[in-house]
């Protein structure tokens, strides 16, 4: 019965993780894949090959799946950004040890080159934060949208406590000043964190 039961689990939790991968990478696997489409524009703009873009999204999942096995609420309370083996962690989480084990727990998957630390201890006294912190995130992709138009799909935008937190890969740096310049604006933000990467151009 046992033995069913974890066989059951894992039946469950597989389709979760790949529909959670599928979110975050575009809404849809012809994101990720295709030749044509948003996900296309973000290979390009990123300089990233299809090879790199898919380590990443694997190293996205094994993360998922090291969270959501471990308890503590990981796999709800921390976001990642993986690029080029290189992971982001945002969130909250109570306290000081759940934070260095989520660190231990993510040095534990095949591919991660390293690892910015960004995770808070402490909690969202309200509902009314959480729901402001996902306001500006909204915020933060639209004004992204507006300022610099489809090249805003190479950034990812995370908020915690009114601190935004963007990574990404650019060739532009100028685009990446004028984002910066704008999130600024967004009532409620308090900080913003930039990990964006930026390449030369080929």
Known sequence: MVAKIKKYKKIIIFPILFSFLFMSYGCTPTNILASGGSGALVVAEGERSLGTVIDDAT?????????????????????????????????????????????????????????????????????????????????????????????????????????????????RPDLLENTISALKNIKGVNEIVNYVIIKEEK
């Open 59 to 171: 190293i996205k999942v094994n993360i998922a799946a090291k969270f959501l096995n471990a308890g503590d609420n990981l796999f709800v309370n921390i976001n990642t950004s993986v690029l080029e083996g290189r992971v982001l962690l945002t969130g909250l989480v109570d306290n000081q040890e759940i934070r260095i084990d989520a660190v231990r727990l993510v040095w534990e998957i095949e591919g991660v080159k390293e690892i910015v630390n960004e995770i808070e201890v402490g909690n969202r006294s309200t509902l009314k934060d959480y729901a402001n912190d996902l306001w500006i995130n909204t915020q933060a992709r639209a004004v992204a949208a507006k300022t610099i138009g489809l090249k805003a799909v190479t950034y990812n935008f995370e908020t915690i406590q009114g601190k935004i937190y963007i990574a990404g890969i650019t060739t």
